[in-house]
């Protein structure tokens, strides 16, 4: 039996010899890490194009958004919990780790638990967490509802700008604009959502999709199979990643989601306003919704002057040719939300390529 390092050989072997012309995304902020830190743009050959798309959910949240969070923190009496991707993200004039320096009470953690135990332990202060995340993040949000319904918590509430993937992705492959050829499906999310969203795009746009796992022979593997897709001329939904995903997703997961959230509108950033892609709270828990609570005004969204995200996200442009990359914006000046999340396209090329 071939050993790892054989085997990625056998699969780089085999992309290498492809004549297939061919542009394959990756919606996963965890492959694109993985992608940039394994060199794997440098490996494939010209014909191949590894494009990042919006996987990354802090860098697809719009400006306006981070706006009103902001807003938000400033106030006397409240208390944001977040995770820390979030801290350094650009708003129009400021951002939370700038507030936070100004006295806002804005606290970094791990899991939304941690916020639902301060709102137990502190009930004379607002605890507001911050749901920023994909269907991966979502119902462990949930499940904190939940329990604070339960409780009886009256000081908890949650911000919630989750967003769910599949719509987006069809917006992005409804646009003429955009040139991809096969989808290199996220891992995480399809632990949660299944197959089935999938197959949708399959059918509905002749899109190849192959759910992958991170390890660098998971992605070479997951190529193969979209390019031995791509030789055939099909378009189906398969999995790469079994260990971990299952056709049906997690329908545990799935319904406590659909028991705490409704779908809403949300903005993208690069993509705009999309139907049904947001996660709102459910009208009978809506005394848990921070927005309602504290009347939280809607933000327009505003350009960042010379930053490319938009484009980068929906895989228009790469990090290099945005105009501000490793100059005006760097990790430790960044400008733009791809340049801020661990997960971001910008960062990742930054940290492995530049």
């Known amino acids: 039996m071939p050993n790892n390092s054989d085997l990625s050989s056998y699969l780089l072997e085999k992309i290498q010899q492809s004549t297939v012309e061919a542009s394959l995304m990756e919606v996963c902020g965890t492959h694109t890490m993985a992608i940039a830190k394994s060199g794997l743009r440098s490996l494939v050959p010209p014909n191949i194009k590894l494009l990042s798309g919006p996987g990354c959910p802090v860098c697809v949240t719009a400006q306006g958004d981070i706006d009103a969070v902001i807003d938000l923190a400033a106030r006397p009496g409240i208390c944001l919990v977040t995770f820390g991707d979030m801290m350094r993200v650009p708003g129009t004039e400021r951002s939370l780790q700038e507030i936070r320096g100004e006295g806002a009470d804005i606290r970094v953690v791990y899991s939304p638990m941690d916020a639902l135990k301060m709102a137990a332990g502190e009930p004379d202060k607002e605890i507001v967490f911050l749901g920023i995340g994909f269907e991966t993040t979502a119902p462990a949000v949930a499940a ?110 799935l319904d406590l989601m659909s028991r705490v959230f409704a779908p809403s509108g949300a903005r993208w950033r690069g993509l705009g306003e999309i139907p049904g892609s947001g996660l709102r709270l459910a009208d009978n828990l809506s005394n848990y919704d921070a927005r309602l609570k504290f009347e939280v005004p809607d933000y327009e969204d505003k350009e960042i002057k010379g930053c490319a995200c938009g484009e980068i996200l929906t895989g228009r442009l790469s990090p290099q040719e945005c105009k501000l990359f490793g100059k005006g914006c760097t990790p430790l000046k960044p400008i733009g939300p791809c340049m801020v999340s661990h997960e971001g396209a910008c960062a990742a090329y930054y940290r492995y390529t530049v």
């Not at 055939?232 to 056709?247: C, D, H, L, S």
């Open 144 to 253: 904190c509802v939940e329990m604070a319904a339960e409780r009886r918590l009256t000081n908890f509430s949650v911000f919630s700008l989750h967003k769910v993937v599949p719509p987006a992705l069809e917006a992005l492959f409804s646009d003429p604009t955009v040139k991809v050829d096969g989808l290199i499906c996220p891992g995480h999310v399809s632990a949660v959502i299944g197959l089935e969203p999938y197959m949708k795009l399959a059918r509905d746009f002749h899109m190849p999709c192959v759910v992958a796992g991170f390890e660098t022979m998971d992605v070479l593997q997951t190529i193969v199979m979209l390019l031995n897709q791509l030789e055939k001329g099909v378009a189906q939904a398969q999995i790469q990643y079994g260990r971990v995903v299952r056709p049906d997703g997690n329908p545990v997961a």
